[in-house]
């Protein structure tokens, strides 16, 4: 089984950069969220620094992020806080690795009953 990262500030080195990068990733990470079981619990990895990870359960196994307190009012409510919520191992590669399976081995659309899109003329 892998081992978390070892503990720090994950804000230490941040810029205003970071922080927009942060931001932008987490407004991604939380229409995942909201397509498939999430759930928020706090970073015990980062203890004391307020940060937390959403992990979403997919078809394609748990993928997880972490993001700063001030991104938290981006989630919707619906998604419940659970302090006790177990990540798997699973590693960086086999996080995006999960997700390059939803998005090309399934199509929503098809499951809604709506047309592809079709390319301009």
């Known amino acids: 089984m ?17 922080t ?22 706090p970073a015990t990895d980062y203890p004391g620094s307020g940060w937390y990870v959403v992990y979403v359960e997919g078809p394609a196994g748990q993928m997880s992020w972490h993001f700063p307190p001030e991104d938290l009012p981006l989630f919707p409510d619906a998604i419940p806080h659970v302090p006790t919520w177990v990540w798997d191992g699973h590693s960086t590669e086999e996080k995006y690795g999960r997700l390059a399976t939803l998005t090309h081995g399934r199509a929503p659309h098809d499951e809604r009953g709506e047309e592809e899109p079709q390319p301009a003329e």
């Open 2 to 18: 892998l081992e978390p990262a070892a503990a720090a500030d994950p804000a230490a080195d941040d810029t205003p950069q970071l």
């Open 20 to 41: 927009a990068v942060y931001r932008e990733r987490s407004a991604l990470v939380t229409y995942l969220a909201a397509q498939y079981p999430s759930v928020i619990a």
